[in-house]
């Protein structure tokens, strides 16, 4: 009896905003219909902004867009005044369990419990940044913490982002998921998951979905935060990329690749995964291949331009300053050949340690490499949902998708660096409170 009562709960917390409904599903019935008007709209697929605009949302769901005239006699309006209003921002690359620079210190030191409640207070900072939808792209505990965040939200329990993405980034041994550092008696679980050979990595795969991952992360090559290892170097051979996309593909999953070496990118393109992570040293053939395979590239600039203005006073974060003063110029160009190439680009902050203040910063990179400013917005919108699979629900500000929207003082086209100043956000029809 009680567990029937149980579930019948669930069953009600589970059609909170925080789930993604499929696309198809009815907005909930006897909900009473609002408008949001604002002086300027950007829904995401045009390449023109609108003027003085209204959105018409019926419980979780848009049901109108047009001019502030379609707006029902005795509807509940919601008037921004002189904003842009765009749609929810999504985050293809996201780690809200990693909270400092120590963050494989802190891996050793910190329950999964407790990681849990930060990686939620983390999500939930992320959302009052204007970030309804983050894909995690792995993170930093062994029991799986930002599933359950994610599970908790779903079920109404706390009001958070929309979450999907890879339990874990898995790694070779003494790679960018490994504990490096350690003596070697010291038997330690690593932050990531680790593989070696194409068992392992059937094995790994099939564990990370058995736990909920509907993304599998690779560290293709070697990173530039973990100890001991480099980021031009590849690890995986060719045959354990091929494994984890085969044995990941029988289950409908995508496979995100972590790739900064030229030659990693290529061997993870060829292999059939769905996005290249970072791309740092991507070169002229990788960005072809990228155009030919359709794949996305996710490019994460901010978090290297964070570390080279503060740097850091944590020893183990000195590689990350010392290369991304090295190398980022040139990342910078990288990516500017990519977007001219016409690869589909998503936007990614590689968020995990700093405010999420900053997230937004990532637009004004990707212009910087040479976009657009609608162009960076879509990336951060209407790309990232097309990357996810969720174009039928978020993304773009139209008719059927959920109401995910997202305010900012000024105009973004004018000043990408608006984008930084958000004044409103809604999650499937429901205004977020801004403050503490
Ligand atoms: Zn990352």
Redesign the pocket.
Known sequence: MRHLAFTALCAALAASPATPPAADSPSRPGSPTIAVLCNRLIDGASDRASGRSAVLITGDRIVGVGKPDIVPKGTEVIDLGDVTLLPGFIDL?S?PLIGSDSYQVDHLKMSSAYKALKGLHAVQENLKYGWTTLRI?GDADVYYAHLDVRRAIDEGMFVGPRLTGAGH?ISVTGGGGDINFAAPEQHLIADGLIADGVEEIRKVVRTEIKFGSDWIKLLVTGAFMSTGDSPGDVHFTPEEIRAAVEEAGRRRVPVMA?AHAAEGVKQAILAGVRTI?HGTFVDDEGIKLMVERGVYFVP?ISVGTWYIENGSNVPEMQKMVDLSRKTQADYVKRVGKAIHAGVKIGLGT?F?GYNAEHNAREFAELVRAGMTPMQAIQAGTRVGSEALGWQDRVGTIAPGKLADLVAVAGDPLADIGALERVSFVMLGGKVIPRGR
């Open positions: 690359h780690h792209a980034y972590h992570e994460t590689d995990g």
